[in-house]
T-cell receptor, first 112, second 111 residues
Framework: DGGITQSPKYLFRKEGQNVTLSCEQNLNHDAMYWYRQDPGQGLRLIYYSQIVNDFQKGDIAEGYSVSREKKESFPLTVTSAQKNPTAFYLC???????????FGQGTRLTVV | EDQVTQSPEALRLQEGESSSLNCSYTVSGLRGLFWYRQDPGKGPEFLFTLYSAGEEKEKERLKATLTKKESFLHITAPKPEDSATYLCAARENTGFQKLVFGTGTRLLVSP
């Protein structure tokens, strides 16, 4: 079954902790993305990657980091520098940057 | 600044009561208009892509249309299972050609 798998579904972070959200796809897509979704706001782009070993900052990259060592995987680390990390995080992928994006089921991160 | 605005914010329909959702965009050099459906606590599910004014696409009870300034998602004879948030996104023609998302329309269809 082809798709995008995000884990965990729920994640709790203590103040000052770094946490990593996993995103894996088996669609053989080149492009991958991380978005953040907050109530009353549209999805906002955190980071994107067009090919392996290359990634670029999106609109709200501060306090986040990513890596793209394998085509299938694009993990997102939420660092302690992100002051308001509580949100719903969505990973997506597309064949290329011009095509429609397909989303994973999301990870809800809560600061405790 | 590129912007996508969806209206209404929320819409309540009776089963079988047809209606339309609006997505207006101000994106320079549109490179595609995308519709997604999102259920609570889930990721968005891709529905349609439209590329040029006058284009239409259909899927079951949904039909998406595009003009030079806006897109409509028409829902014909909706059923309760059509209840969801519908998101619209426009792909801009600058730099990375990122998607600019609207805030969505929450649709509730009552039996």
């Amino acid at each position: 079954d082809g798709g995008i798998t995000q884990s965990p579904k729920y994640l709790f972070r203590k103040e000052g902790q770094n946490v990593t959200l996993s995103c894996e796809q088996n669609l053989n897509h080149d492009a991958m993305y991380w978005y953040r979704q907050d109530p009353g706001q549209g999805l906002r782009l955190i980071y994107y990657s067009q090919i392996v070993n290359d990634f670029q900052k999106g609109d709200i990259a501060e306090g986040y980091s990513v890596s793209r060592e394998k085509k299938e995987s694009f993990p997102l680390t939420v660092t302690s520098a992100q002051k308001n990390p509580t949100a719903f995080y969505l990973c997506a992928s597309s064949i290329d940057r011009a095509s429609e994006a397909f989303f994973g089921q999301g990870t809800r991160l809560t600061v405790v | 600044e590129d912007q996508v605005t969806q209206s209404p914010e929320a819409l309540r329909l009776q089963e079988g009561e047809s209606s339309s959702l609006n997505c207006s965009y101000t994106v320079s050099g549109l490179r595609g208009l995308f519709w997604y459906r999102q259920d609570p606590g889930k990721g968005p599910e891709f529905l349609f892509t439209l590329y040029s004014a006058g284009e239409e696409k259909e899927k079951e009870r949904l039909k998406a249309t595009l003009t030079k300034k806006e897109s409509f998602l028409h829902i014909t004879a909706p059923k309760p299972e059509d209840s969801a948030t519908y998101l619209c996104a426009a792909r801009e023609n600058t730099g990375f050609q990122k998607l600019v998302f609207g805030t969505g329309t929450r649709l509730l269809v009552s039996p």
